[in-house]
């Protein structure tokens, strides 16, 4: 049985970061420890804001040329993750999201995780650059097949009678 490592970690990080509080408050003291907590949120969201409209204009430029967003989509999860872990208060999740705001440690990240993640990619409202999307279990019905009128000789009504 293979155990998962995430729900461990996900446990153990508040006692990391209490312990990371404990020691960085002996050595600078309360205030400006409280201080840096505070500070790396406004940083994180300031961050957040400004990288993640960037990644908006380049996933809209990928989509306008008909190239797959993949990469750009995958930093703007990568921007939105560093942004929320440096809001959580805390100086190995600051550290980690620090990180992850490093455009080539985001690259590092996408290269490890686009063998293992599929993006599909089939345009808005069906149609894509290679034409219309498959049809699938899509009913198409004419103007005159549709009625949004109750109608009782239906084949679909019989149900509710037997």
């Known amino acids: 049985m293979r155990l998962s490592v995430l729900p461990l970690i996900l446990l153990a990080m508040p006692f990391v970061e ?8 002996e050595r600078i003291g309360v205030l400006p420890t409280l201080g840096l907590v505070i500070a790396t949120g406004v940083l994180g969201a300031f961050l957040m804001r400004l990288q993640g ?3 908006m204009n380049r996933i809209r430029a990928e989509l306008e040329d008909g190239r797959d967003p993949g990469r750009e989509l995958a930093h703007g999860v990568m921007i939105l993750l560093a942004g929320v872990l440096l809001l959580i208060p805390g100086f190995v999740t600051d550290i980690i999201g620090v990180l992850l705001f490093l455009p080539p440690l985001r690259d590092l ?3 490890f995780l686009r063998s293992r993640v599929v993006v599909r990619s089939g345009g808005f409202g069906g149609f ?3 034409g219309p999307a498959p049809r699938g279990k ?4 004419d ?3 549709y009625s949004a009128k109750r109608d009782d000789d239906s084949p679909w009504r019989r149900i509710d009678r037997d």
């Open 128 to 130: 894509s650059a290679r």
């Open 18 to 25: 209490i312990a990371g509080f404990v020691v960085v408050g």
């Open 143 to 145: 103007e005159d097949e």
């Open 109 to 111: 990240a996408w290269r």
């Open 138 to 141: 899509t009913i198409d019905l």
């Open 53 to 55: 409209f960037g990644v």
